[in-house]
């Protein structure tokens, strides 16, 4: 699941936003690729512990050979709101 929040508070009490993909003020951004995992202590099957979100207002739309490597979310936008569709079990 998610939840919608406009930015994260960091250890430092300092804010980092996290709104990137509900707009196209940032349309340059295909999409992101996280991985909780650390470089040095990945899986056997590299690339099985990441994520992929797309950015629905992207100018350059990631081809869908190239999300189909990874888990994905494919973030979709509508008339009034952007939604989240969890792509993997």
């Given at each position: 699941s998610y939840s919608h929040r406009n930015d994260i508070k960091k250890y430092n009490n300092s804010f980092v936003p996290v709104n990137y993909f509900i707009s196209n003020k940032f349309?340059?951004?295909s999409g992101v690729i996280f991985s909780k995992e650390m470089v040095?202590?990945?899986p056997n099957n590299i690339g099985s512990d990441c994520i992929f979100v797309n950015n629905p207002f992207s100018k350059n739309p990631v081809d869908s050979e190239f999300i189909n490597l990874f888990k994905s979310w494919n973030a979709v936008k509508n008339e009034n709101e952007v939604t989240l569709?969890?792509?993997y079990k």
């Open positions: 349309d340059f951004i040095l202590s990945h569709q969890k792509n």
